[in-house]
């Protein structure tokens, strides 16, 4: 693919980046042009979370690339600007300052954008998401002041969220709508230690409880829940999820999922020749969903580099699809969490390792393989799990509990 108009990457974070790069190794030789919606060189996104709010890392130390790196790989940047719309027949995009940028290739790595709180007093002063660099640094500065943080979310980000202020001593509350917290990625045991481990550490839990209102004069100073619960604070993090930023695209035309996430195929291409999608805004199909080849969107660097390199395999019209297992990583109040594969509900749990001693995987097991795995504090088992889930290996849950059962002579064996 190329011609006379550029490698449009709408998007400059891990997923834009990622095909830019990889298209260059690969040997791409026509115009790259990367359009990103924030004035920053792409950076690393984990840290705002973790290592930004407790000091650890400095905003100079977030970016991915130096600028001599684009300059050398001849990716031109045009940041600050973001994409209004799309003209699939003219194969051109409006940007928000009202130019249009016609392009060859297109590729939507657009990412998500928090959700952000609907209740009365959502806008007032000291409620904030956190998402971006901007939204990072402004909480940053507001800690320092702070009189109690409610954290409204009790996902991966604001759980990070919930560590992070409660290590720099600051009183904490979550307050998750749903009956646990990381329900939709944990089981109800993983989601039960979790829990157990913020109140270890003060951290006070509210779950199966919502938002009525937030409370306040110019700025906040409490949060009403639905039972009337009223937890002072003097700043809200809002962590409810994000929203795909797909909206131009699916209004020319593109299929998406129910979460809006651009329908692609393994390597990344969409139902328009010469159209791509990848990262948070990327429904890409799974040969680890439920359904295997099912179209799954998942939030993780990771799957936004996988999916990126698959696009430039086939830009370069040497199409390698994406096949690799998913896998994530969280910090939270010292512990690394590790998880691969895509779990299910309905799966068995077999935890290998002691949970109270905080070294553990918790295994998931269907119709007698692994197709899960979620460590604590077990990196070289996280990474075995990895391959496990890879090659489909059908092991007892039995075999699995037993620590002294070889996991690496089970893995050598089903090769």
């Known amino acids: 693919m190329g011609g006379d108009a550029p490698l ?39 840290p ?37 719309a799309w003209d ?34 959502a806008a007032l002063q000291g409620v904030m998401p956190l998402r971006t660099l901007d939204d990072a640094v402004r909480l940053r500065e507001a800690m320092p002041d702070a009189r109690g ?53 003060g951290v006070a839990v509210r779950c199966g409880r919502a938002v009525r209102a937030v409370l306040g004069e110019g700025r906040v100073h409490a949060v009403e829940l639905d039972d009337g619960e009223r937890i002072v604070c003097s700043l809200v993090i809002v962590g409810i999820g994000v929203l795909p930023n ?22 990344g291409r969409t139902e328009c020749p010469g159209v791509f999608a990848a990262g948070d805004c990327a429904a890409m199909a799974n040969p680890y969903a439920l359904v295997p080849g099912q179209p799954v969107r998942l939030e993780s660097i990771q799957a936004a580099n996988d999916g990126a390199r698959a696009i430039a395999s086939a830009l370069v019209d040497r199409p390698v699809p994406c096949e690799a297992v998913p896998w994530f990583w969280s910090d939270q109040h010292g512990l690394k969490l590790q998880m691969a594969g895509l779990g299910d509900a309905g799966d068995a749990l077999v935890v290998r390792g002691d949970m109270a001693a905080h070294r553990f995987t918790a295994f998931h097991l269907r119709d007698g393989r692994v197709v899960a795995a ?29 620590e002294a059962f070889d996991l690496k002579a089970a893995l050598a064996s089903a090769a």
């Open 8 to 46: 449009l990457i709408a998007g400059a974070s891990y997923a834009g980046l990622q095909v830019a790069s990889s298209a260059r190794e690969a040997g791409y030789a026509g115009r790259i042009v990367m359009v990103g919606d924030e004035v920053h060189l792409p950076y690393q996104r984990p």
């Open 48 to 84: 705002l979370s973790k290592g930004l709010l407790t000091g650890k890392t400095d905003v100079a130390q977030l970016s991915m690339r130096p600028p001599a790196f684009f300059d050398e790989q001849r990716i031109e940047l045009c940041l600050g600007r973001r994409i209004t």
């Open 88 to 121: 699939r027949e003219r194969r051109e995009v409006l940007l928000d300052d009202g130019s249009r940028m016609a392009h060859g290739p297109l590729v939507i790595a657009t990412g998500a954008r928090a959700r952000m709180l609907n209740v009365p007093g």
């Open 149 to 201: 943080v409610c954290v409204i979310g009790g996902g991966f980000i604001g759980l990070e969220v919930a560590s992070a202020l409660a290590a720099q001593g600051l009183r904490v509350t979550v307050v998750e709508a749903q009956a646990r917290l990381l329900a939709r990625a944990f089981t109800p045991t993983m989601s039960h230690y979790v829990q157990q481990v913020h109140e270890a550490h």
């Open 246 to 267: 797909t909206e131009w695209a699916v209004q020319a035309g593109l299929k998406a999922d129910a979460s809006g996430g651009v329908l692609v195929d393994a390597l």
């Open 374 to 402: 979620h460590s604590v504090n077990r990196p070289a088992e996280h990474l075995l799990a990895r391959k496990l889930v890879g090659a489909r290996v059908r092991l007892t849950a039995e075999a699995l509990a037993d």
